[in-house]
């Protein structure tokens, strides 16, 4: 398994070791132990999968308060997943990061609490997956708008298709100092 920071500090992205024969493959997803021996000791307490087609953006998404750190990856297709710092008072708030994950490179992307999440999925179809560190909460889910502009998100995809809920949601700039979590050095 090897582990690499991304330019958002806590952010990282995990590559399993494939092995492959005749039958197929196999690939730990997640081990504690490996990832501990790097620093990162995520409680997971829910799992989650998704599908959607091509086009379909998801995010951007974050819950206050019980914020969710999630560990993320791609069974079948290809998405372009994004993080946003939105931790009031850290020094990449509002900075964001994109790894692409794929069925193909196998990669998994370590999220911490405090950042928003999204993806857009560039393939026909694409089976999401997710381990949680917090388990949902209706009352605290919360969103950001995809295009932000004080973002300035490079997705890429222009038109995509949204849930009414994302459509719907704020820009950072507005939400209340008290909806948003607090950066601790
Ligand atoms: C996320 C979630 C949703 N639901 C329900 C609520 C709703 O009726 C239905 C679909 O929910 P959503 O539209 O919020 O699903 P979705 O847009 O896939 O939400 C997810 O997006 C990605 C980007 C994330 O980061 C996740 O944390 C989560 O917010 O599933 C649960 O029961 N448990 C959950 O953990």
Request: with cysteine.
């Given at each position: 398994m090897k582990l ?10 995990i590559e399993p070791q494939v092995f492959g024969?005749?039958?197929?493959q196999f690939f730990e997803s997640?081990n504690?132990?490996k ?70 490179n196998r990669l998994h ?77």
């Open positions: 690499t920071e991304t330019r958002l500090p806590g952010c990282v992205v024969d005749s039958r197929g997640f504690c132990d990832l501990a021996a790097h620093g990162l000791t995520p409680n997971f307490v829910q799992g989650n999968v998704s599908t959607s087609t091509r086009g379909v953006l998801r995010g951007l998404h974050y819950q206050w308060p019980k914020p969710q750190g999630k560990y993320v990856s791609v069974l079948d297709g290809e998405v372009w997943d994004v993080a946003v710092d939105i931790r009031r008072g850290s020094p990449t708030y509002g900075k964001w990061e994109a790894v692409l994950l794929s069925g193909e992307f370590w999220i911490p609490e405090g950042f928003a999440h999204g993806f857009a999925v560039l393939s026909e179809r694409a089976t999401f997956t997710y381990l949680c560190t917090q388990t949902y909460d209706r009352d605290a889910d919360a969103g950001i708008r995809w295009n932000d502009p004080a973002l300035a998100i490079d997705w890429p995809v222009a038109e995509p298709i949204l849930s009414d809920k994302d459509m719907r949601a704020p820009l950072l700039a507005d939400i209340a100092d008290d909806r948003l979590p607090v950066y601790a050095a």
